[in-house]
Each structure stands twice: as structure tokens, then as C-alpha cells.
């Protein structure tokens, strides 16, 4: 679902486009609903580098969640090599700032002002 709307909005390589189908499709059959997508997706950028982007953790199963998802050691190097980006949980706390991920990713790093995010309802198939 994800991947599909990334597809028709942004001009991404096809490559970005197959990761991000990849993390939404799985995440959602962890049982997540909800993923938000930040970054150079969510921009006027005609070629965006990667994806950064939360998930609602309500009702996803633990055990079946992908490790990559909660491994953020070395800059989220096993994140990005399988996903071409970066995947917190919403609720998690940014390191630097105090918010959350959903929070930190609805301000804008150059005014501080707050801006808007996507946010991806997901279904299982």
C-alpha cells in the first residue's frame, strides 16, 4: 500500500519504490495500521534520497516484526541497506529533542514551525 502511493506521487527510482512496498507490506502484516512518512518523500525534492518515517505500534505482534525495524545501532545501517530508509516507532523518543518521532517529524528542522506529514493507513491483504 505504501509503496503504491509513493509510486504515483514522487518521481523514485524503482528500486526505492520496491524497499518501500517491502517495509509497508510487512509492517503491516505485523499488524500495524498506520505508517508516517517524513523526509525528502514528503518534499518539492524531484529525487528523493530515501524515506524517513514512524509506525504506529497499536496492534503490532512483536514476534513477528522484522529485528531490522528495532535496530537503530550504527545509524540504522541494517535499516537503510534493506529498506533504502528509516523506520521509528511512532511513539519512541528522538534522542535530541525530547518528542517523539511522530512529534519530531511534524516540525520543520530550519523554523522549528510545525509541519505536515503523510500518514499511510495500511490494510492486510
Given amino acids: 500500500m505504501a509503496g503504491i502511493c509513493w509510486a504515483v506521487c514522487y518521481d523514485a527510482t524503482s528500486s526505492e519504490i ?12 505485523d499488524g500495524c495500521r498506520t505508517v508516517y512518512i517524513d523526509g525528502s518523500f514528503v518534499t518539492a525534492k524531484p529525487h528523493p534520497d530515501d524515506f524517513d518515517g514512524c509506525w504506529d505500534i497499536d496492534g503490532v ?46 516540525v520543520d528542522k530550519e523554523t522549528g514551525n510545525q509541519k505536515g506529514i503523510v500518514s499511510l493507513e495500511l490494510r492486510r491483504p
Avoid: W
Avoid at 520496491?18 to 509497508?24: F, L, S, T
Fill in 18 to 29: 520496491d524497499c518501500g512496498i517491502e517495509a509497508g507490506h510487512g509492517i503491516a502484516e
Fill in 61 to 106: 505482534d512483536p514476534e513477528r516484526l522484522d529485528p531490522v525495524l528495532l535496530t537503530f545501532n550504527s545509524g540504522r545501517a541494517a535499516q537503510k541497506a534493506k529498506y533504502l530508509g528509516e523506520l521509528f516507532p511512532a511513539r519512541m523518543g528522538e534522542g535530541g529533542s525530547g518528542l517523539t518521532f511522530l512529534e519530531f517529524f511534524q
